[in-house]
């Protein structure tokens, strides 16, 4: 089974789109996208109306979040907090519906699926979690592969039963050690923080344990444009570049 991963797309539907224009000829048996498909971007009902009609499963993010519950909106800074509630305004009756219908983790080809750190919280970020804890959580996970978001950076934590460790995590393929247990952060479709301006996705083929990131182009000025032109923060658009 060839798994695709896609996360934090963030209202952004040049990157979306390009991407799946590039899983068309990546022989994809499903796809999975791990939260915050809305937010920051100009497009986020767009978005929502592919992934609702491609039927991809798909969890809450933490910006969905705050669409099902407004007091949530207080955790995010003041110009992300602006983006989210300029966001909500644009959003159909319908799309408001999948997002209050989406479950906070997944579990898909026997691996977890949940925005940002095992089991299912969506809030808390990878980065966040001290070796100790890392530990607790990946011998208490059922699944030995957990694939999360929410940061926009790659990198992956491993755990050979003993002890923990981090790695950065690169264009092209990585095999995971059958043995170990992994969680995975898979990067940003719509908003990439990584110093590498490409849209980015993931391909998990369970048979094979081999993980593959791939970088996608895309039309970043339209997207810019759109951010301007919403009248949406300005530092939105300047992460995009």
Not at 60 to 71: F, I, P, R
Not at 74 to 84: D, K, Q
Not at 166 to 189: A, C, E, M, W
Request: charged share 20%; net charge negative; glycine share 6%.
């Amino acid at each position: 089974m060839r798994l695709a991963l896609i996360s934090d797309i963030h209202g952004n539907i040049e990157a979306l789109q390009a991407v799946f224009a590039d899983m068309a000829n990546a022989d994809i048996n499903e796809t999975v996208c791990i939260g915050d498909c809305i937010g920051y971007g100009a497009d986020s009902e767009a978005v929502l109306v592919e992934v609702m009609g491609r039927r991809i499963p798909t969890t809450l993010g933490n910006h969905e979040l705050a669409v099902c519950d407004k007091k949530h909106l207080n955790w995010f800074n003041p110009m992300a907090r602006t983006s989210v509630e300029k966001t909500i305004a644009t959003l159909s009756d319908a799309s408001i519906d999948f997002i209050r219908g989406l479950p906070r983790s997944l579990v898909v080809e026997g691996c977890r699926c949940v925005h940002g750190y095992p089991p299912e919280s969506v809030r808390t970020y990878l980065f966040q979690k001290a070796p100790h804890a890392l530990i607790k959580t990946l011998k208490a996970m059922e699944e030995s592969v957990c694939f999360v978001g929410h940061t926009h950076d790659l990198d992956f934590v491993s755990f050979d039963g003993r002890q923990v460790e981090r790695h950065p995590l690169k264009k092209g393929i990585t095999v995971l050690d059958v043995q170990n247990r992994y969680i995975v952060n898979v990067g940003s479709v719509g908003q990439p923080r990584d110093g590498n301006n490409n849209a980015k996705y993931a391909i998990y083929d369970t048979d094979l344990r081999q993980l593959e990131i791939r970088f996608v182009p895309y039309d970043i000025a339209a997207a810019v444009a759109k951010i301007q032109a919403a009248g949406l923060p300005q530092t939105h658009a300047d992460r995009l570049w």
